[in-house]
Structures are given as structure tokens and as C-alpha cells.
């Protein structure tokens, strides 16, 4: 019940800061004239990751890379619509240095790479004129899992902690979750030029978790930093 009322409160929150952001921008449609405008473009840039388990698991943040396809409309001033279809690396790296039974285990290490493909569905909330612009983008996406991949070195020892998850592929391909962040936004001649934080608290599961299962949470959190290019036409 208490996961349940966490990720309601997280999606609540998120988006009453949409709407709060948006609103203004809407408001401030009038006042010289306007024409609509399409980009389109690559990103790239790399994911800092980690997994929300409970009971938890010791954890330093996972580097991975990710990478697409932008597609931006500005529909109003100050207003617009991105969709993006990318590839990303996340998952989790397990820290040994903390075990309960007081024996060195720094040596050891276990990551577990989880690949997607994820479909951003975003709000482009954008401030400034002329060449530079500073930009927040906002809302929902899904993501579908092509596949994972366990990098470990546990030399046969299992430290008395949670492992259960050493041994468990992943039993959803499916995932959802809130994302945005801020950004800066250079206009020149040849094309648009964008460096953007962002943060994803996935709000779905990758692992079973009913009363009898080994985990009560298992959702990913990640950290991004990206650079986009971005080419308009009308």
C-alpha cells in the first residue's frame, strides 16, 4: 500500500508542476506575431542509473549511454510538444562494501545492464528570444526492454544481504514513469544546438512484486545529461 501511495504522490506532483509551468506560457501567447514550428534531430548523451528496491540493496550509480530521435513542435509562444524515440542503458551496480558479516568484499562487484527503447512524451516549456533559449521539458514515457546483460565477480560468495536478484532476470518488458528536466538552447544558421539534465522515477516494476515475492520495489531512477541537434522547418 505504501508503494502504491508513493508513486500516486510522485505522479501528482509532477504534474501539478506541469501545469503550473505550462499555464504561464499559455498566458503569454498574445503580443506579436507568432508562426508554428517543426524540428527535428538527434540526441545523445549518457544515463546515471539506479534501481528502488525494497527491501534495499547497496548501490552506486550505473553509467550507461543513450541516444535518438527528436521530433519538437512549437504549437504557441513559449509552448510546444516533443516526442522522442531513444535507446538507453540503465540498471544498477551493487556496492560489497557495506556487507553484514564484516568480511571485505571491495574486490567483488555485480552490474546488471538493462537495455530500452523509450518513448518520451513531453511538454517544451521554453523562455527567451532570439538565439538562446532556456528551456524545461516535462511529462510521461514508456519504455519496452530489448534485453540485459550481468557483469559480476563474486568469486562464489554471496555476503549475507539481499541477493535474491542476483539470480532473477527481469519479469516485465514493460515501463512507465514520469521524466523532465532543464535545458539551454543555442539558435544559429545551422540549426539548433541543446545541452539538457534530466530526471526519469520510473512508476512501474521490472520485477514481480506481490506479498510473496522477493521484492516489494524494483524501479528505476536515472540521471541524464544530453546533447541534442535539431534542424527547423515550418
Aim: glycine letters at 12%; hydrophobic letters at 40%; zero cysteines.
Amino acid at each position: 500500500m505504501m508503494t502504491t501511495v508513493m508513486k500516486r504522490t510522485a505522479t501528482a506532483s509532477i504534474l501539478s508542476l506541469l501545469l503550473a509551468t505550462a499555464a504561464p506560457a499559455a498566458r503569454a501567447q498574445g503580443g506579436g506575431a507568432f508562426r508554428h514550428e517543426w524540428a527535428a534531430g538527434v540526441s545523445g548523451g549518457m544515463n546515471y542509473a539506479s534501481v528502488s528496491f525494497s527491501p534495499k540493496v547497496q548501490q552506486s550509480m550505473y553509467a550507461g549511454y543513450t541516444g535518438g530521435l527528436t521530433l519538437r513542435w512549437i504549437t504557441e509562444k513559449n509552448l510546444g510538444l516533443q516526442l522522442e524515440a531513444n535507446v538507453k542503458q540503465q540498471g544498477w551496480k551493487e556496492n560489497f562494501e557495506n556487507a553484514d558479516d564484516g568480511q571485505d568484499y571491495s574486490a567483488f562487484h555485480y552490474r546488471r545492464r538493462m537495455n530500452y527503447v523509450d518513448i518520451p512524451f513531453l511538454t517544451h516549456v521554453y523562455f527567451g528570444s532570439g538565439r538562446m533559449n532556456f528551456f524545461v521539458n516535462l511529462g510521461p514515457q514508456i519504455g519496452f526492454l530489448l534485453g540485459e546483460k550481468t557483469e559480476e565477480n563474486l568469486g562464489g560468495v554471496e555476503p549475507q544481504r539481499m541477493n535474491a536478484q542476483h539470480a532473477m532476470p527481469a519479469a516485465k518488458s514493460f515501463e512507465w514513469g514520469l521524466g523532465g528536466g532543464p535545458g539551454v538552447e543555442l539558435r544559429t544558421g545551422a540549426g539548433y544546438f541543446l545541452l539538457e539534465g534530466r530526471f526519469y522515477y520510473a512508476l512501474s516494476d521490472f520485477y514481480d512484486t506481490r506479498r510473496r515475492d522477493a521484492f516489494g520495489k524494483a524501479s528505476a531512477q536515472v540521471i541524464s545529461v544530453r546533447l541534442s541537434y535539431l534542424i527547423p522547418f515550418r
